[in-house]
């Protein structure tokens, strides 16, 4: 087990604190490092006074202040909501180019994080394709360090992307190519597996991989919701927590969607260091398909459990338009950063 209390003064301390104090904070500013091994110093006695202060004062400091501007990472989570990237058929192959590159992002305001990315963004593009196709993902490692691609999926051991199998490792400025056939539907995700494992992917080398089931979904506003979180000070727990990377976005916009109409959302569990994640909609229910690998939807539930690598999808309709939060139901993560509202629109 995780030594939690004394992670949680410090992890609690950041967002509670920065809405307090009404700044912006570094996180590396807030919370001295000693203070994540027992110690007990003013710097962080003053951040959980702040959060307490914080947490008594009232309800309307239900995040961070500020904001992360989307043209400061180069990527948008509003827009990777719905941005599905199918890549380009050729001769009945389903092609991909796929870059890792070594890229500082700012995960909530002013705390900037040392990412490693697939195509410049986390998550990683949405991969999606169709059942039964053949797909060729040429993979380029222009980082620093060695990295792979290994798909979830049904595939030969030379195409899992692991270290000692086929290509292997990718050295820095090499590239190789996998390919393997669409199967089975489902949602599924990409990630780093090269090792250390979870630092591999804990630094952003991950994205959701849809594979449709070869007669389609019923047409639907589709949206993709990769959970994950950030360890900014290298203790192997998460100080940020976030749905596509950014803590507090969808509070800042929220996720507009119309009244009535079928809303799916592919929900992949991308979280290192925590065993589990959830996701809790307010004032809905929704049909749940784990791994969205049958038609039938297991759970009518309005909070869903996914452990590390977790997956599946969720549809639901909104009878009424307004502002509906949703968030993980472990507190402590919503309160870092993954919490938001779905707008529903007449
Ligand atoms: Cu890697």
Redesign the pocket.
């Known amino acids: 087990m995780r030594k939690f209390g004394t992670h949680r003064v410090s992890r609690r301390g950041l967002l509670g604190g920065a809405a307090a104090a009404g700044a912006v904070p570094v996180l590396h500013e807030l919370i001295p490092h000693q203070a994540l091994h027992g110690g007990t110093s003013p710097a962080a006695a003053a951040a959980v006074g702040h959060h307490a202060h914080a947490a008594h004062a009232g309800t309307d400091h239900l995040g961070a202040v500020g904001r992360v501007a989307a043209s400061a990472n180069g990527f948008d989570p509003t827009e990777i909501l719905r941005d599905f990237d199918r890549g380009t058929l050729r001769d009945g192959v389903r092609e991909w180019e796929i870059v890792?590159e070594d890229r500082e992002i700012e995960v909530a305001p002013g705390v900037k994080y040392a990412a490693?990315t697939y195509n410049g963004r986390v998550p990683g593009p949405t991969l999606r394709a169709r059942e039964g196709e053949r797909l060729r993902v040429r993979f380029v490692n222009g980082?620093s360090?060695?990295?792979?691609m290994h798909f979830h999926g049904i595939h030969r051991d030379v195409m899992d992307g692991v270290p000692g199998i086929g290509a292997g490792n990718i050295q820095p400025g090499r590239s190789t190519t996998y390919e393997f056939d669409a199967t089975p539907f489902g949602l599924h995700l990409y990630h780093?597996?090269?090792t250390p494992l979870a630092e591999?992917i804990a630094?952003g080398?991950y994205g959701a991989f849809v594979i449709d089931p070869a007669d389609g979904r019923h047409d639907a506003d589709e949206l993709v919701m990769v959970m994950n979180g950030f360890d900014t000070n290298f203790d192997r727990a998460n100080e940020v927590y976030a749905v596509n990377t950014v803590a507090f976005h969808y509070m800042n916009e929220p996720i507009r969607v119309k009244r009535g109409e079928l809303v799916r959302i592919y929900l992949v569990n991308a979280l290192e260091f925590d065993l589990l994640n959830s996701f809790h909609i307010h004032a809905n229910f929704f049909d749940y398909f784990p791994t969205g690998t049958r038609l039938e939807p297991r759970d009518f539930t309005d909070t869903v459990i996914q452990g590390q690598g977790e997956r599946g999808i969720l549809e639901l309709r909104f009878p009424y338009a307004g502002k509906y939060m949703f968030h993980a139901h472990v507190s402590e993560f919503a309160e870092l950063g993954w919490m938001g509202f779905f707008e529903v629109e007449d």
Not at 145 to 148: A, G, M, N, Q, V
């Open positions: 890792a490693w980082s360090h060695p990295h792979t780093c597996h090269s591999h630094k080398l």
